[in-house]
């Protein structure tokens, strides 16, 4: 009986850790101010991707139609291993580089206040949120 809850305890932490490998946040950043995207970068690491996670959710989202100025300077998608879709982000940067506003699947929005804002930024680009142009 010890062998078996041993084993089913070693299977889960296996296949836990194995999943925790195949996720990732695929980062794009507007080139000039047309809607042209280059890869930025790639988040593989699993706190990372957890991080940027647990900020995402823990933002008040609403439901609401928002007309942006410009297209997004950033856009950035996780990929799960158990999801075939990614999920897709257009992130924008506040005019006076201290916030972000979030738009997700076209009609969910979030202004993140500025010490979130700061940290998702960072954990997203590796930069800081007022040192952008």
Same mark, same amino acid.
């Given at each position: 009986?010890?062998?078996? @809850?041993?084993? @089913?305890?070693?299977? &889960?932490?296996? @296949?836990?850790?194995? &999943?925790? *490998?195949?996720? &990732?946040?695929?980062?794009?950043?507007? =080139?000039?101010?047309?809607? =042209?995207?280059?890869?930025?970068?790639?988040?593989?690491?699993?706190? *990372?991707v957890q991080n940027v996670w647990e900020i995402i959710n823990n933002g008040d989202?609403?439901?609401?139609?928002? *007309?942006?100025?410009?297209?997004?300077?950033?856009?950035?998608?996780?990929?799960?291993?158990?999801?075939?879709?990614?999920?897709?982000?257009?992130?924008?940067? &506040?005019?006076?580089?201290?916030?972000?506003?979030?738009?997700?699947?076209?009609?969910?929005?979030?202004?993140?206040?500025?010490?979130?804002?700061?940290?998702?930024?960072?954990?997203?680009?590796?930069?800081?949120?007022?040192?952008?142009?």
């Amino acid at each position: 009986m010890m062998c078996l @809850i041993a084993l @089913i305890g070693f299977v &889960s932490i296996y @296949i836990a850790g194995c &999943s925790n *490998q195949e996720q &990732s946040i695929e980062v794009q950043k507007r =080139i000039g101010i047309e809607n =042209i995207y280059e890869e930025f970068k790639m988040i593989t690491n699993n706190q *990372q991707v957890q991080n940027v996670w647990e900020i995402i959710n823990n933002g008040d989202w609403e439901t609401a139609k928002v *007309q942006m100025a410009l297209p997004p300077d950033y856009r950035f998608a996780f990929h799960f291993h158990n999801e075939e879709k990614a999920v897709l982000f257009e992130l924008w940067i &506040s005019p006076n580089k201290d916030m972000v506003e979030i738009i997700k699947a076209g009609n969910k929005y979030v202004q993140l206040d500025r010490n979130k804002s700061a940290e998702l930024f960072e954990a997203l680009t590796g930069e800081k949120l007022a040192d952008q142009e």
